[in-house]
């Protein structure tokens, strides 16, 4: 609804491509002054112009420079997330090391940041995108399977401590969506599984999909922003899936 978070305050991590900045155009449309958060400075500056948003260029694997940070937000977004697939016998430990401090880590530190502002004015909301992988597994993807079962946890224990003071924490899951980071992993999803690329959406990505297609990011957008608004303030401590049937299974 057009309008609905005017006056509203929002940072989306990653929010300079995908479902970043899907969320982030869906949020501005509907009224918030939006931060897009993101490594690339030049791809946020771009998106930021077309929804006039502001930009924060920022490493969020530097969590030293994480540590002393005050946000003064009423929506965070943590959905900044890389990808590595590969077999734990062969995983990079400093792959490992980078996707949890990413994934988990940063979401930590920005969720603490954020929470005294919010307190004091009454009023948050967290929404954490997970994924599909959040609740279930996958074999080659134990960083992020791990970060994601990570940031369920710490998203529940925000949605106790932040209950009394009108401050929700909340989760989305989708399945596989279609974005850069999701087409980044196709050759290395044919490589780990000896099959040809051309066969990993129908038999990898889509493999436990009853709905045989992939999410769309401006329908992740849509229930990002219906959490951030008034209607959802009695949602907190939940997980929104949006995989086409995965967990159904």
């Not at 960083?143 to 946890?153: F, I, R, T």
């Amino acid at each position: 609804m057009t309008g609905e978070l005017t006056g509203r305050r929002a940072i989306v991590t990653g929010g300079a491509s995908g479902i970043g900045e899907a969320i982030a155009r869906e949020l501005a449309a509907r009224g918030a002054h939006v931060t897009i958060a993101d490594r690339d400075g030049e791809a946020a500056t771009r998106v930021a112009a077309s929804i006039d948003a502001e930009t924060w260029q920022v490493d969020l694997s530097d969590t030293a420079a994480l540590a002393g940070l005050t946000l003064s937000t009423d929506i965070l977004v943590n959905n900044a997330g890389i990808q590595h697939v590969s077999a734990i016998e062969d995983f990079d430990v400093a792959r490992w090391r980078l996707i949890m401090t990413l994934m988990l880590d940063a979401p930590f530190l920005l969720i603490r940041a954020a929470l005294p502002g919010m307190y004091e004015r009454g009023f948050g909301r967290i929404i954490n995108v997970s994924s599909v992988h959040g609740l279930r597994a996958s074999p080659y993807k134990s960083a992020y399977v791990a970060a994601k079962h990570g940031l369920e946890g710490l998203s529940k224990v925000t949605a106790l401590e932040g209950a009394a003071r009108n401050v929700t924490s909340n989760c989305l899951n989708p399945g596989y969506v279609l974005t850069p980071l999701v087409q980044k992993q196709i050759a290395d999803q044919a490589a780990v599984h000896s099959i040809p690329e051309a066969e990993v959406v129908e038999r990898v990505l889509l493999a436990h999909n009853p709905i045989k297609r992939m999410v769309d990011p401006e329908d992740v957008a849509s229930l990002a922003a219906w959490l951030a608004g008034s209607h959802a303030s009695m949602v907190t401590g939940a997980s929104y899936t949006m995989d086409g049937g995965w967990t159904s299974r």
